[in-house]
Each structure stands twice: as structure tokens, then as C-alpha cells.
């Protein structure tokens, strides 16, 4: 098992998973996130090429709208 710290919860997926497949498992849109993998901000074309690794650190955050 692949052991992530997604949003500060302890997460398991299994290896070999990418970004793009990780939200896709946590079933959340793509259009109006950002993610940050292990401190870094990962652009979203580069999803798909960006594998997690083992205890790796994801951050994700949805944007909303308002005023």
C-alpha cells in the first residue's frame, strides 16, 4: 500500500498512483483545485507525470467563489 498524507490525514492508495489518479480516486474535480505535492505546486498539465510517492505530503485546495 501507498501511505499518503492527504489535506493532514494519513491516506492509503495503491503504488503508482499520480496526481491525476490520486483526485480521481478521492473522487474531486479538477477543474478548481490546486495541488501541492511535498511543498511544491504541481502545474495542471503536469498531473498525469507526477507520481506520489511513499509517504509523500499532499495538499489540495478547492477553489470557491463569492463575494
Known sequence: MLHVIVNGETREFTP???V???L???NIAPDRV???LN???VRKRDWEASLVAPD???EI???VGGG
Request: cysteine-free; glycine content about 4%.
Open 16 to 18: 503508482g498512483q499520480s
Open 20 to 22: 491525476a489518479s490520486l
Open 24 to 26: 480521481h480516486a478521492l
Open 34 to 36: 490546486a495541488v501541492e
Open 39 to 41: 511543498k511544491a505546486i
Open 56 to 58: 509523500s505530503r499532499i
Open 61 to 63: 485546495v478547492e477553489f
